[in-house]
Every structure is written in structure tokens, then in C-alpha cells.
């Protein structure tokens, strides 16, 4: 379980987070909802050791992480797989290259275990033999897949899935979403999503989490929160503008 209590995060004088309380249980998948600008990003980037709140606490395990730094910290990561927003590939590796550079960086197997271990990630997102390829030669969706390929390769717990799905068409959100949901039903990591894809989260969430100005308003199984009658759920889930916006 990861169990955030009360994070609090500003930039100067600009509040981001408050008090922030949220509880993800072990092996589900909870997807982080809010407008643009709201917190989901910075929230995100507190759970993986980004950055630190200015109060609150960061529990993985019963382990307080939020002040952690070195290779204390280092050791809870190792237990962490993170999809980055725009999949951050590097350009000059290929996708296998991009795909075993977790596993050259922190465990360092032989090479043989390495190479299986790669082209079974790679399998496993199906995108067998596209390893000699560079991730400009592959199609956005690919390019996800690969992003995938490299968070989960070094078999983590938790895995953080940043936007997974921006700059993508409705069919291909559909099949990364789904996708999601294959790998984490076959290797029962913990996922935790921050999106803004609405209505497709829902099929695939345990949990959704709803972020406005810096507070969870909101937390339940799907049909909860689509049957909320929080105004501001409800504001967001239907494309509407703040009334104070």
C-alpha cells in the first residue's frame, strides 16, 4: 500500500498541494483525475522521489519516503517502474537499447538474462522484433509501448503511469488502455495513473482519485464517482468549465 497523509506542497505563494490524503491499496489500479494545472503532475512526481513536500507524509510499505534522498531512496525505487509522459525514449538508443537501459542501470544481469529479459518485455506489449528499431521509426503508439516495455522490464511493484496515453487517437488510447490492463491483470503490479481521459479510465480503474486545487474531493470504484454529486466531479467528468474559472 502507498498511503499519502496530509502533503503539502507550494511554490512560493502558489499553493499546489493541501493536505493531500490518499490511500492506494496493493495491487489495484488507481487513476489520478483533475483539470490541467491542478496538482496530478507534482503529486506524481512526490510519490517517485522527485520532490520533496514542505509537510505530510509518503508511505510505501509502512516506510516514510517523503524526505528520503541517496540510496535509501534508491532502494525504494527499485521497487518502482515509471511511464513517463510522451514515453520519454531516448532518441539514439534503439527500443531494445531504451528498453534494457533500466536493467544496465540498476540490476546489471549477464548478458544473456539481460537479452531474455528485454525481448520477453518486449513481447509482452507485443512488439516483437521491432527491438533494432529507433523510436523515430515506429508510430506514436509504438513508442508507448516500448515506454511500457521499459517500466516494466525490471519487474517492479509499483509502476506510475504519467498521461500514458497524450497526443494519442481514440482507437490507440483504447489499445494502450487495455493493454494496461492485460499486463497488470498477468503480473498484479500496483498502478497508479494520472489522466485525463474521460469516460475510458473508467474501464479499467479499481480506483478513481479526483484532484481539484490540491485536495482529493473525491476517491471510489468507477460508477461512484461517475454517480457523484459533487458538482465538481461532476463539472469534470462532463467537460465543463469551474463555475469560478
Same mark, same amino acid.
Given at each position: 500500500? $502507498?498511503? @499519502?497523509? #496530509?502533503?503539502?506542497? %507550494?511554490?512560493? =505563494?502558489?499553493?499546489? !498541494?493541501? /493536505? ?37 507524509? $509518503?508511505? @510505501?510499505? #509502512?516506510?516514510?519516503? %517523503?524526505?528520503? =534522498?541517496?540510496?535509501? !531512496?534508491? /532502494? ?170
Amino acid at each position: 500500500m $502507498i498511503k @499519502v497523509e #496530509g502533503l503539502t506542497k %507550494s511554490f512560493g =505563494r502558489q499553493a499546489v !498541494l493541501r /493536505e493531500l490524503t490518499l490511500e492506494i491499496p496493493t495491487g489495484t489500479i488507481t487513476i489520478v483525475i483533475g483539470r490541467s494545472g491542478g496538482g496530478k503532475s507534482v503529486f506524481l512526481k512526490h510519490l517517485i522521489g522527485l520532490m520533496h513536500p514542505d509537510a505530510g507524509r $509518503i508511505l @510505501v510499505d #509502512g516506510v516514510d519516503i %517523503s524526505h528520503m =534522498r541517496g540510496r535509501a !531512496l534508491d /532502494e525504494i525505487r527499485r521497487t518502482y517502474g515509471v511511464v513517463f509522459q510522451g514515453g520519454a525514449l531516448f532518441d539514439s538508443m534503439t527500443c531494445y537499447d531504451n528498453v534494457a537501459f533500466p536493467l544496465r542501470e540498476k540490476a546489471r544481469p549477464p548478458q544473456e538474462e539481460l537479452h531474455k529479459r528485454v525481448e520477453a518485455a518486449l513481447g509482452q506489449v507485443g512488439l516483437e522484433g521491432v527491438g533494432a528499431k529507433y523510436p523515430a521509426e515506429i508510430s506514436g503508439g509504438m513508442r508507448k509501448r516500448v515506454a511500457i516495455a521499459r517500466a516494466l522490464v525490471t519487474e517492479p511493484e509499483i509502476v506510475f503511469f504519467d498521461e500514458p496515453t497524450t497526443g494519442l487517437d481514440p482507437v490507440l488510447v483504447n489499445t494502450i488502455h487495455h493493454l494496461m490492463l492485460d499486463l497488470h491483470r498477468r503480473l498484479r503490479f500496483t498502478a497508479v495513473v494520472v489522466s485525463h481521459e474521460i469516460p475510458e479510465i473508467f474501464e479499467i480503474a479499481d480506483t478513481v482519485a479526483m484532484l481539484h486545487e490540491g485536495r482529493i474531493v473525491e476517491v471510489g470504484p468507477p460508477a461512484m464517482i461517475q454517480g457523484s454529486t459533487n458538482p465538481v466531479v461532476q463539472r469534470f467528468i462532463k467537460g465543463e468549465p469551474d463555475t469560478n474559472a
